[in-house]
């Protein structure tokens, strides 16, 4: 793992965004993993601004998000599917038919577990997963005791999560309680991967998920099975790491290293 520490979440955006940057400008035609919620944000509004601004382009680039509700329409405010049009998809060049969101509304939802597998696998996998953490240490939608060698299927949420994502929801909506999502395999899987987290709120799961034992109890911690995963967090995120002097030393020398011998060795195929 390697963990890199920003002095906020705008530069943790930036140097997020360059590493996507790199890996479309190299492979135009690349697979991206996607994640919603409030962490990739600051990656999307950067990535467009690029595109609008540096013409980077996202016409040969095909995305699978990592997860959807199960149980509201697709064009739901608080679909997934909406979240990505509204927040990304509709402000580049992106063609829909690029992008898939797993379907909440399959006429059965245990089915699309696995076509969204063959799916991803026949658009030659996942080159670049982007990911954030819940505060219960979740990725995707693999709440604490996933199995580590999940796939994609329907979980139930957690308590926590529904309450954490309540906010989004008036008072007497629906709001679901099950989701599909990337299994953790599935997650591992991906050649490359970035996960995104600032706030305090996320410092106790940052802790687990990187200095804590490889627990499905904190699903990110199977991410210390990764080769190739790049932790970006902020200074609050990062505030109760025991090495985290470690870490940036280990960033310093790291930068010295790749300027000096790989300069594009993160790009992940
Ligand atoms: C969203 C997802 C979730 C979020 C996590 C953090 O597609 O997969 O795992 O990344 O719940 O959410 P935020 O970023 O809103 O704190």
Same mark, same amino acid.
């Not at 994609?152 to 949420?157: F, G, P, Y």
């Given at each position: 793992?390697? /963990?890199?520490?920003?002095p906020?979440?705008?530069? !943790?955006?930036?140097?997020?965004? #360059?590493?996507v940057e790199?890996?479309?400008?190299?492979?135009?035609?690349s697979?991206i993993g996607?994640?919603?919620?409030?962490? *990739?944000?600051?990656l999307?509004e950067e990535?467009?601004?690029?595109?609008?601004?540096?013409? $980077?382009?996202?016409?040969?680039?095909?995305?699978?998000? =990592?997860?959807?509700?199960?149980?509201?329409?697709?064009?739901?405010?608080?679909?997934?599917?909406?979240?990505m049009?509204?927040? $990304?998809?509709?402000?580049?060049?992106?063609e829909?038919s690029?992008?898939?969101?797993p379907?909440?509304?399959?006429?059965? *939802?245990? #089915?699309?577990?696995?076509a969204?597998?063959?799916?991803?696998?026949?658009?030659?996998?996942?080159?670049?997963?982007?990911l954030? /953490?819940?505060?219960?240490?979740?990725?995707?939608?693999?709440?604490?005791?996933?199995? $580590?060698?999940?796939i994609?299927?329907? %979980?139930?949420?957690t %308590?926590?999560?529904?309450?954490?994502?309540?906010r989004?929801?008036?008072?007497?909506?629906?709001?679901? %309680?099950?989701?599909?999502?990337?299994?953790?395999?599935?997650? $591992? #899987?991906?050649? @490359?991967i =970035? !996960?995104?987290?600032?706030?305090?709120?996320?410092?106790?799961a940052?802790?687990?998920?990187?200095?804590?034992?490889l627990?499905?109890?904190?699903?990110?911690?199977? !991410?210390? !099975?990764?080769?190739?995963?790049?932790?970006l967090?902020?200074?609050?995120a990062?505030?109760?790491?025991?090495? %985290?002097?470690?870490?940036?030393?280990?960033?310093?020398?790291?930068?010295?290293?790749? @300027?000096k011998?790989?300069p594009? #060795?993160?790009?992940?195929?």
């Open positions: 793992m390697e /963990v890199l520490i920003f906020d979440a705008q530069s !943790l955006a930036r140097k997020s965004a #360059d590493l790199s890996q479309i400008k190299t492979f135009p035609d697979v996607l994640a919603t919620g409030s962490t *990739p944000l600051g999307y990535l467009i601004r690029r595109h609008n601004e540096h013409d $980077l382009s996202f016409a040969g680039v095909k995305t699978f998000n =990592l997860d959807e509700y199960v149980g509201i329409p697709a064009n739901h405010p608080q679909s997934y599917r909406t979240f049009d509204d927040n $990304l998809f509709s402000k580049i060049n992106i829909s690029n992008t898939q969101v379907d909440g509304m399959a006429d059965n *939802p245990l #089915d699309v577990g696995p969204y597998e063959k799916m991803i696998e026949e658009a030659g996998g996942i080159d670049l997963q982007v954030g /953490v819940g505060t219960d240490g979740h990725i995707g939608f693999n709440e604490p005791t996933s199995s $580590l060698g999940s994609t299927r329907v %979980k139930t949420l %308590k926590q999560t529904i309450e954490d994502n309540s989004f929801f008036k008072p007497d909506e629906f709001q679901p %309680k099950l989701a599909i999502t990337m299994g953790i395999k599935t997650i $591992l #899987d991906a050649r @490359r =970035l !996960l995104l987290a600032h706030g305090e709120n996320k410092a106790e940052v802790k687990d998920m990187i200095e804590g034992p627990s499905a109890m904190c699903p990110a911690s199977a !991410l210390q !099975l990764h080769q190739r995963t790049t932790i967090i902020d200074e609050t990062a505030s109760k790491l025991r090495l %985290k002097g470690y870490y940036k030393f280990v960033g310093e020398m790291q930068d010295e290293l790749v @300027r011998h790989r594009s #060795d993160w790009i992940s195929r």
